[in-house]
């Protein structure tokens, strides 16, 4: 059918132009279709990327970036020099990467563990009660913590009930960034096995067999047959979450940092909101988000590129 | 050998692994509930109660005060109602877009194909950031008004693929035979791929709620009215409310001097996470479904 389409106008004879008009033509409708969303990338997408320029000027609300003065790469000297932009930038890398180190492995561990689990009914109802956090916005969450980990909350009710001495979760460095680790794993970590669960479908069901008859251990079927089996997925995640190591979502910090830890919850996310829409230097956190977004895509292609180098699977 | 298939270990008994596996993970489930079950504890005890800190999961000196003050401030009835329209306005534009994306995207042989595709996706990776949204957002008159929350966001380039994906994934006879029997692109949209596709419609849809319902930044950024404030602003105001701490930023974000007791926090963090708790169960097959489809092919 679309072979015949599409050699019908060769036959005749149509020059290049005018087949071109003709494609456009037959496909006028899909076309149409896709106006609105294109608009809608150019406006709300590229726009923005273009509004970029503004770190290289003295940006001026009133002038635009047309008639804003150039400053070539003043603004990115000038933040370099802040103190205050490095320790948004160390907390970013620092939050990350422990989100990483605790929050990547939980959601692989859990989907193994939820795989040996025989009793579908059981499994169901414990996996709805998982992925419900995920569903729960930052606001919610952080009045939740705000709730159960302040001075007079059940946790530390709790820690006085047992003898011990209450310890000030929400207002001391250390004990603040473990609970911001641990409620980042807690919310994602039901959530993350999707995908994994979705993988491990994928083994080919006669390798179990294979070693049942073989007699392997319980633990050398999921070393042998099921992480390998879900590496390359493994990978893939990998790669993006590297690729995000200094971007960090907004409302996590925003909402559970405060001004006793800002030592460790000020962010590069909540940096730009304070210079920039508080303060209103746009060109600084303009700056500061494009530094974000190239090292941001640079990671992304190192980690891709070092990923293909080991013969695994890339995200291209 | 339908049975061995299906069940591994047809028959045997439950080892200790086992029971330690089922520990485990009934333990992580109730650290999923806990929370919320103190949340309504809370709400529901007298305040003199929690401030002696008698309040475990139980309420203390059972009272529905709270809620009455809750319910009988017109404030909050109405933000509640405000946001499900917000939310309701929101997934439909979102879906629109989507569709009327991802249908032509579908077609190999559309001109410019591959360059509209890597464009889409190039915004995944590489996005002007906060500053230039404002200021764009600003430009657009947008400041203050519901627009702001409905535009920026309005199609998501993660979901669009996925229903892409979905889409390519239906019999190409399906719609030959159609075409054979002169129903246009549109109608073949409409008559055949979007009917076989409510599934993945559907989970898209809950993806742009959820994302709506729980979205708290953009409003933060763009909204100073109060009768704009959607439900995740409203409830932070209340929260951060006389919590000291929150200085960091910038104070915009306290009432003032005015005082929040902890049931009526606890009492507003179950106002806007019941609308959630109320569809959740019943959909949480298509997230999961949704979630595989463009796992497995995307």
Same mark, same amino acid.
């Given at each position: 059918?679309?072979?015949?389409?599409?050699?019908?106008?060769? *036959?005749?004879?149509?020059?290049?132009?005018?087949?071109?008009?003709?494609? &456009?033509?037959?496909?006028?409708?899909?076309?149409?279709?896709?106006?609105? #969303?294109?608009?809608?990338?150019?406006?709300?997408?590229?726009?923005?990327?273009?509004?970029?320029?503004?770190?290289? @000027?003295?940006?001026?609300?009133?002038?635009?970036?047309?008639?804003? $003065?150039?400053?070539?790469?003043?603004?990115?000297?000038?933040?370099? $020099? @802040?103190?205050?932009?490095?320790?948004?930038?160390?907390?970013?890398?620092?939050?990350?990467?422990?989100?990483?180190?605790?929050?990547?492995?939980? #959601?692989?561990?859990?989907?193994?563990l939820l795989n040996e689990v025989g009793q579908a009914r059981f499994k169901k109802i414990t996996q709805t009660v998982l992925y419900l956090?995920?569903?729960?916005?930052?606001?919610?969450?952080? !009045?939740?913590?705000?709730?159960?980990?302040?001075?007079?909350?059940?946790?530390?009710?709790?820690?006085?009930?047992?003898?011990?001495?209450?310890?000030?979760?929400?207002?001391?460095?250390?004990?603040?960034?473990?609970?911001?680790?641990?409620?980042?794993?807690? @919310?994602?970590?039901?959530?993350?096995?999707?995908?994994?669960?979705?993988?491990?479908?994928?083994?080919?069901?006669?390798?179990?067999?294979?070693?049942?008859?073989?007699?392997?251990?319980?633990?050398?079927?999921?070393?042998?047959?099921?992480?390998? !089996?879900?590496?390359?997925?493994?990978?893939?995640?990998? &790669?993006?979450?590297i690729g995000r190591m200094v971007s960090i979502g907004f409302d996590r910090p925003f909402v559970m940092g405060n001004s006793?830890?800002?030592?460790?919850?000020?962010?590069?996310?909540?940096?730009?909101?304070?210079?920039?829409?508080?303060?209103?230097?746009?060109? @600084?956190?303009?700056?500061?988000?494009?530094?974000?977004?190239?090292?941001?895509?640079?990671?992304?292609?190192?980690?891709?590129?070092?990923?293909?180098?080991?013969?695994?699977?890339? &995200?291209? | 050998?339908?049975?061995?298939?299906?069940?591994?270990?047809?028959?045997?008994?439950?080892?200790?692994?086992?029971?330690?596996?089922?520990?485990?993970?009934?333990?992580?489930? +109730?650290?999923?509930?806990?929370?919320?079950?103190?949340?309504?504890? =809370?709400?529901?005890?007298?305040?003199?109660?929690?401030?002696? *800190?008698?309040?475990?999961?139980? /309420?203390?000196?059972?009272?529905?005060?709270?809620?009455?003050?809750?319910?009988?401030?017109?404030?909050?009835?109405?933000?509640?109602?405000?946001?499900?329209?917000?939310?309701?306005?929101?997934?439909?534009?979102?879906?629109?877009?989507?569709?009327?994306?991802?249908?032509?995207?579908?077609?190999?042989?559309?001109?410019?194909?591959?360059?509209?595709?890597?464009?889409?996706?190039?915004?995944?990776?590489?996005?002007?950031?906060?500053?230039?949204?404002?200021?764009?957002?600003?430009?657009?008159?947008?400041?203050?008004?519901?627009?702001?929350?409905?535009? /920026?966001?309005?199609?998501?380039?993660?979901?669009?693929?996925?229903?892409?994906?979905?889409?390519?994934?239906? %019999?190409?006879?399906?719609? $030959?035979?159609?075409?054979?029997? !002169?129903?246009?692109?549109?109608?073949?949209?409409?008559?055949?791929?979007? /009917?076989?596709?409510?599934?993945?419609?559907?989970?898209?849809?809950?993806?742009?709620?959820?994302?709506?319902?729980?979205? +708290?930044?953009?409003?933060?950024?763009?909204?100073?009215?109060?009768?704009?404030?959607?439900?995740? =602003?409203?409830?932070?105001?209340?929260?951060?409310?006389?919590?000291?701490?929150?200085?960091?930023?910038?104070?915009? !974000?306290?009432?003032?001097?005015?005082?929040? %007791?902890?049931?009526?926090?606890?009492?507003?963090?179950?106002?806007?996470?019941?609308?959630?708790?109320?569809?959740?169960?019943?959909?949480?097959?298509?997230?999961?479904?949704?979630?595989?489809?463009?796992? &497995?092919?995307?």
């Amino acid at each position: 059918m679309k072979a015949v389409l599409n050699s019908q106008p060769n *036959q005749v004879g149509i020059k290049r132009g005018k087949l071109f008009l003709l494609r &456009i033509k037959r496909d006028a409708l899909l076309y149409a279709l896709l106006l609105l #969303p294109i608009a809608y990338i150019a406006i709300f997408k590229y726009a923005p990327i273009y509004g970029l320029i503004m770190a290289f @000027q003295d940006y001026n609300i009133f002038e635009g970036i047309r008639g804003s $003065e150039w400053v070539g790469l003043d603004v990115f000297r000038f933040i370099f $020099e @802040q103190d205050s932009f490095y320790r948004a930038l160390k907390n970013t890398l620092v939050l990350n990467v422990l989100d990483l180190i605790a929050g990547f492995p939980a #959601p692989i561990l859990l989907a193994i563990l939820l795989n040996e689990v025989g009793q579908a009914r059981f499994k169901k109802i414990t996996q709805t009660v998982l992925y419900l956090p995920h569903f729960m916005s930052w606001v919610i969450i952080g !009045g939740i913590v705000y709730l159960m980990f302040s001075n007079s909350g059940m946790v530390n009710h709790f820690i006085a009930a047992l003898g011990l001495e209450k310890i000030e979760f929400l207002s001391q460095k250390v004990p603040w960034l473990i609970t911001y680790i641990f409620v980042g794993v807690w @919310q994602n970590i039901g959530w993350g096995t999707i995908i994994y669960l979705a993988a491990i479908t994928g083994i080919n069901k006669e390798l179990y067999e294979a070693s049942d008859m073989d007699g392997c251990s319980r633990l050398r079927k999921m070393w042998h047959i099921t992480l390998p !089996g879900i590496k390359p997925t493994i990978n893939i995640l990998l &790669i993006l979450q590297i690729g995000r190591m200094v971007s960090i979502g907004f409302d996590r910090p925003f909402v559970m940092g405060n001004s006793l830890v800002s030592e460790y919850s000020d962010v590069i996310s909540t940096f730009v909101y304070r210079v920039g829409i508080s303060s209103g230097d746009f060109s @600084q956190a303009t700056a500061v988000g494009l530094f974000q977004s190239v090292v941001g895509l640079t990671l992304l292609i190192g980690a891709n590129y070092i990923a293909k180098k080991l013969g695994e699977d890339g &995200i291209w | 050998m339908v049975k061995l298939v299906k069940n591994v270990r047809p028959g045997k008994k439950m080892s200790v692994a086992d029971i330690a596996i089922l520990v485990f993970i009934v333990a992580l489930s +109730f650290t999923c509930i806990v929370p919320f079950l103190y949340m309504i504890a =809370l709400s529901l005890s007298s305040n003199e109660a929690i401030v002696a *800190q008698k309040v475990g999961l139980w /309420p203390v000196d059972f009272t529905i005060e709270t809620y009455k003050t809750i319910l009988s401030d017109m404030d909050m009835l109405y933000t509640l109602g405000y946001s499900i329209v917000l939310t309701i306005v929101f997934t439909v534009v979102c879906m629109f877009l989507t569709i009327c994306a991802a249908y032509p995207l579908t077609k190999k042989r559309l001109w410019g194909r591959n360059f509209i595709l890597s464009a889409l996706v190039f915004t995944m990776y590489f996005s002007g950031g906060l500053i230039p949204s404002y200021i764009l957002v600003k430009n657009l008159g947008m400041m203050n008004t519901v627009w702001s929350l409905i535009l /920026p966001g309005a199609m998501s380039v993660f979901n669009l693929i996925i229903l892409k994906t979905f889409f390519t994934s239906l %019999p190409e006879s399906l719609e $030959e035979s159609a075409s054979i029997d !002169g129903c246009s692109d549109l109608g073949i949209l409409l008559r055949i791929v979007l /009917p076989l596709s409510l599934p993945s419609i559907a989970t898209l849809s809950l993806f742009y709620a959820v994302d709506r319902w729980n979205g +708290f930044q953009d409003a933060l950024f763009y909204i100073t009215k109060k009768e704009l404030y959607p439900m995740q =602003l409203k409830l932070y105001q209340i929260i951060s409310a006389n919590q000291q701490l929150d200085s960091q930023q910038g104070g915009e !974000g306290s009432i003032g001097s005015f005082i929040v %007791p902890e049931s009526l926090k606890a009492a507003s963090v179950m106002f806007t996470t019941v609308p959630i708790l109320l569809i959740y169960p019943k959909l949480q097959k298509y997230f999961v479904d949704g979630v595989m489809t463009g796992a &497995i092919k995307g």
